[in-house]
């Protein structure tokens, strides 16, 4: 390959050292954790269960004399509204579960995607919302004698849990449209964030009308079965997993800062030490939400993740100073309190279906990756890491990689430089006449029999993914942590 040789950073030798079990603060310091598969089956079961969710509301939506309604423009009208008003409310607690922090969902899906099934389920339930709505109000008007304003009139003041809903309305609107991407790009990430919060709002003011006037709620005993169940199962996700549990876990664990270290000027380490940390089910590539307690602004939780393979004392995480809050982790001091979410995320073991293993990192990306390198379990050969850089100044943990790679076996290539500028590509520029997938097999020939691990910015990270399965790995051995939503 016509990487300059300075771009490739510790090839294997042969002379390199076996991890010496224990003593090597490389390659062993982390806790044996057991590390369960995710069975691939879980994505299908839960593929399964939102389907039968909506199934079963049209079912109950038939059964309750949906199609009947249809016979007329009015009772259409409203039949209409009534499924779709359902459809809404099934999809808007999906939305709240995808959210939940439910481990098994979590495992499966790992957040970013999560994120990005709740956007599209959000608008496809907003969208619904928005139908039920109109259709609901013209069909009761074409049939009313009070006509189409004494209708909404009358449904606002006489109907019970109405007002509530119209309050709940107005703060879906209000979070649907801070979503829409043009307009969350103008907002800061805390400000999206908090108004994002509303939807709980939104979704809980919303309840008592479907309780109260919704016929399809009451009618029959399964549809007030199957409703309650679904809103106390969303309700109950949110304040064990969301509430209950990160409390606990934070009480429990008592994390405090232990050490600061700077890896570069806008790279900063924190360590921090705990209580019982080998109980905390927590595995190298995982992220955890922090708050650090140091003062005015430490409310808001930001994700790192683990930079080193948590050995049962100590958690570890390294971040690049983006804004305010990932800035003020240089100025920590020893003995700051730490509360923390999580862990999250599917990038750790459990979720490697083959015995090799290609990590690719670039920028910041290197933290999960360098944690996944130390912990992995490998033979000599099983693991390669490449680090894909700016600069050689951008480069962090340069003598720790090396002395992982050497102590694991693993092979290590750094790969420096700035992007190429013509097309989108994993390379950097001076190496943009190879073709992505040549470059990649000229690195790793063997890469279609490879599990792939990605972390990274956005654009590089879609240009390996375009990479790693054009040279034939196929998506399900592909798996991605994305830092931004
Ligand atoms: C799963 C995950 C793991 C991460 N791991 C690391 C890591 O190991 N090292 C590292 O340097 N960075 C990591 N990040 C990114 C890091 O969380 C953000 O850079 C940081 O929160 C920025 O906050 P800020 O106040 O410094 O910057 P701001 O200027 O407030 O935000 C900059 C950008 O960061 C993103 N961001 C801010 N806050 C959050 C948040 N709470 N959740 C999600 N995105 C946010 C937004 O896209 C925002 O536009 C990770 C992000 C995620 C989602």
């Given at each position: 390959?016509?990487?300059?040789?300075?771009?490739?950073?510790?090839?294997?030798?042969?002379?390199?050292?076996?991890?010496?079990?224990?003593?090597?603060?490389?390659?062993?310091?982390?806790?044996?954790?057991?590390?369960?598969?995710?069975?691939?089956?879980?994505?299908?079961?839960?593929?399964?269960?939102?389907?039968?969710?909506?199934?079963?509301?049209v079912?109950?939506?038939?059964?309750?004399?949906?199609?009947?309604?249809?016979?007329?423009?009015?009772?259409?009208l409203t039949?209409?509204g009534?499924?779709?008003?359902?459809?809404?409310?099934?999809?808007?607690?999906?939305?709240?579960?995808?959210?939940?922090?439910i481990p098994?969902?979590?495992?499966?899906?790992?957040?970013?995607?999560?994120?990005?099934?709740?956007?599209?389920?959000?608008?496809?339930?907003?969208?619904?919302?928005?139908?039920?709505?109109?259709?609901?109000?013209?069909?009761?008007?074409?049939?009313?004698?009070k006509?189409?304003?004494?209708?909404?009139?009358?449904?606002?003041?006489?109907?019970?849990?109405?007002l509530?809903?119209?309050?709940?309305?107005?703060?879906?609107?209000?979070?649907?449209?801070?979503?829409?991407?043009?307009?969350?790009?103008?907002?800061?990430?805390?400000?999206?964030?908090?108004?994002h919060?509303?939807?709980?709002?939104?979704?809980?003011?919303?309840?008592p009308?479907?309780?109260?006037?919704?016929?399809?709620?009451?009618?029959?005993?399964?549809?007030?079965?199957?409703?309650?169940?679904?809103?106390?199962?969303?309700?109950?996700?949110?304040?064990?997993?969301?509430v209950?549990?990160?409390?606990?876990?934070?009480?429990?664990?008592?994390?405090?800062v232990?050490?600061?270290?700077?890896?570069?000027?806008?790279v900063?380490?924190?360590?921090?030490?705990?209580?019982?940390?080998?109980?905390?089910?927590?595995?190298?590539?995982?992220?955890?939400?922090?708050?650090?307690?140091?003062g005015?602004?430490?409310?808001?939780?930001?994700p790192?993740?683990?930079?080193?393979?948590?050995?049962g004392?100590?958690?570890?995480?390294?971040?690049?100073?983006?804004?305010?809050?990932?800035?003020?982790?240089?100025?920590?001091?020893?003995?700051?309190?730490?509360?923390f979410?999580?862990?999250?995320?599917?990038?750790?073991?459990?979720?490697?279906?083959?015995?090799?293993?290609?990590?690719?990192?670039?920028?910041?990306?290197?933290?999960?990756?360098?944690?996944?390198?130390?912990?992995?379990?490998?033979?000599?050969?099983?693991?390669?890491?490449?680090?894909?850089?700016?600069?050689?100044?951008?480069?962090?943990?340069?003598?720790?990689?090396?002395a992982?790679?050497?102590?694991?076996?693993?092979?290590?290539?750094?790969?420096?430089?700035?992007?190429?500028?013509?097309?989108?590509?994993?390379?950097?520029?001076?190496a943009?006449?190879?073709g992505?997938?040549?470059?990649?097999?000229?690195?790793?020939?063997?890469?279609?029999?490879?599990?792939?691990?990605?972390?990274?910015?956005?654009?590089?990270?879609?240009?390996?993914?375009?990479?790693?399965?054009?040279?034939?790995?196929?998506?399900?051995?592909?798996?991605?942590?994305?830092?931004?939503?």
């Open positions: 390959m016509n990487f300059s040789a300075d771009t490739v950073l510790a090839p294997p030798t042969s002379s390199t050292r076996k991890s010496s079990g224990g003593s090597s603060r490389m390659g062993s310091r982390h806790a044996s954790v057991r590390v369960p598969r995710v069975p691939g089956w879980w994505r299908d079961a839960f593929g399964v269960f939102v389907w039968s969710s909506m199934l079963m509301v079912a109950l939506w038939v059964s309750g004399g949906g199609l009947q309604g249809l016979g007329s423009t009015g009772t259409g039949s209409v009534r499924l779709t008003g359902l459809v809404a409310s099934d999809l808007l607690l999906i939305q709240v579960l995808l959210m939940a922090r098994l969902v979590e495992k499966t899906y790992g957040q970013d995607e999560l994120a990005r099934r709740h956007r599209l389920v959000g608008f496809w339930s907003f969208n619904l919302m928005v139908v039920h709505i109109v259709a609901i109000t013209l069909g009761y008007a074409a049939t009313s004698p006509g189409l304003w004494g209708t909404i009139v009358d449904f606002v003041v006489n109907y019970p849990g109405m509530l809903a119209v309050a709940g309305t107005a703060a879906l609107v209000m979070v649907t449209v801070t979503s829409i991407r043009a307009a969350r790009s103008r907002l800061r990430y805390e400000s999206w964030h908090l108004l919060l509303y939807a709980y709002l939104g979704v809980g003011l919303a309840l009308h479907q309780l109260w006037t919704g016929k399809d709620f009451l009618t029959s005993p399964v549809a007030t079965i199957y409703w309650w169940a679904l809103w106390a199962a969303a309700a109950g996700s949110v304040l064990f997993w969301r209950g549990q990160p409390l606990w876990r934070s009480l429990r664990h008592q994390l405090v232990q050490e600061v270290r700077a890896e570069n000027d806008r900063t380490t924190v360590v921090m030490s705990g209580r019982d940390l080998h109980r905390l089910p927590v595995r190298a590539g995982q992220f955890l939400q922090w708050r650090f307690l140091d005015p602004g430490a409310s808001r939780a930001h790192y993740s683990l930079s080193a393979a948590p050995d004392r100590t958690l570890r995480i390294t971040a690049a100073h983006l804004g305010d809050g990932s800035a003020r982790l240089a100025r920590l001091r020893p003995g700051t309190r730490v509360l979410e999580g862990p999250y995320g599917r990038l750790h073991e459990g979720a490697r279906t083959r015995r090799k293993v290609l990590l690719m990192a670039s920028g910041i990306g290197i933290t999960p990756m360098r944690a996944l390198l130390e912990a992995m379990d490998q033979r000599p050969g099983d693991v390669t890491l490449v680090y894909r850089v700016r600069s050689d100044e951008d480069r962090i943990f340069v003598d720790e990689l090396s992982l790679a050497a102590s694991r076996r693993a092979r290590l290539f750094v790969v420096t430089g700035h992007r190429a500028s013509a097309r989108q590509s994993w390379l950097p520029q001076h943009a006449h190879l992505d997938v040549e470059a990649l097999r000229q690195l790793v020939p063997d890469v279609a029999n490879h599990d792939v691990f990605i972390c990274g910015s956005p654009g590089w990270m879609d240009a390996t993914e375009q990479a790693v399965t054009d040279a034939g790995v196929p998506p399900e051995h592909v798996h991605i942590e994305r830092f931004t939503y």
